[in-house]
């Protein structure tokens, strides 16, 4: 493995119908996962799984919370302005904010010191949970910088929008290609509310020169075939409660969605 290699693991578009909670919260649940999947909080001690190496540690966002924000939110204004070349902008895209529960179910994905995605991490707010992964390394004689990795991690996501065009935009759909440009997607779904990311440092014996830091973000909805990522139009047109002062081809913080796939 050389230095600057990454690499990226996108989400599939597994819509679960919604139904009515009526019974105390529980991440063992079966209404939370499809039938035969186990959820990823189930009875999970919240440790390292055992195959993680001996010097795994989780990297401390609370710092850096507002950045990861920053990067995302940006990238939704300039694409919902209509600034990003081949594609329309978007009438109605939510501001994202912070969410300690994906924040929390993206540290017990990290933690398994695989970088893949979950069998089921559903929560009874976020029945269609969207996740974007990422792995990149860096020399351990290089001081952490959370910074850079969190901008590199979020510009290799965004980058993705070269590999397709804004006919996947208005009817999503899935193609062989998909692991290449699905991250992209994902961080343009206009429901996407809330995010909540997680990032671990650990070194693989192959490659004792290097440190390995996977990025894991989960997000309050995901893409769905033949659905809409956005609504395309004039920017900012659909927004109900105004538009963000400081992203403003983006709704305002109160905008209410549902993004679980029903009706707004």
């Known amino acids: 493995m050389e230095p600057g290699k990454y690499y990226l693991i996108c989400c599939s578009a597994l819509l679960m119908p919604l139904s009515v909670i009526g019974q105390p919260l529980s991440w063992c649940d079966p209404q939370l996962c499809p039938e035969g999947k186990v959820h990823i909080a189930c009875n999970n001690n919240g440790k390292f799984h055992e195959s993680c190496s001996k010097d795994a540690t989780m990297v ?3 710092p850096h919370r507002a950045l990861i924000l920053a990067e995302h939110n940006k990238r939704r204004n300039f694409i919902a302005s209509g600034s990003l070349p081949g594609y329309y902008p978007a009438t109605r895209m939510a501001t994202m904010v912070w969410d300690a529960e994906l924040e929390y179910l993206a540290t017990l994905n990290l933690k398994t010191c695989h970088l893949e995605h979950d069998d089921c991490n559903h929560s009874y707010r976020f029945r269609n949970l969207g996740q974007n992964l990422c792995g990149v390394d860096r020399y351990r004689s290089a001081p952490m910088n959370v910074t850079n990795l969190v901008e590199q991690s979020l510009g290799l996501w965004f980058g993705e929008h070269h590999v397709i065009d804004s006919s996947f935009i208005a009817d999503f759909r899935v193609t062989s290609k998909l692991e290449k440009y699905g ?20 070194t693989n014996p192959k490659y004792p020169f ?13 893409y769905a075939i033949g659905v ?8 900012a047109s659909e927004c109900r409660t105004g538009t963000n002062p400081q992203y403003p081809a983006l709704c305002s913080v109160q905008e209410k969605y549902n993004p679980n796939y029903n009706i707004y």
Not at 210 to 222: E, K, P, R, W
Not at 228 to 235: D, F, K, N, R, T
């Open 60 to 62: 401390n966002l609370k």
């Open 183 to 202: 991250h992209f997607v994902e961080t343009v779904v206009d429901r996407n509310t809330h995010v909540g990311c997680a990032m671990m440092r650990f």
């Open 210 to 222: 290097l440190y390995i830091y996977n990025t894991a973000c989960n997000y309050a909805s995901v």
């Open 228 to 235: 809409p990522v956005y609504s395309a139009g004039e920017p």
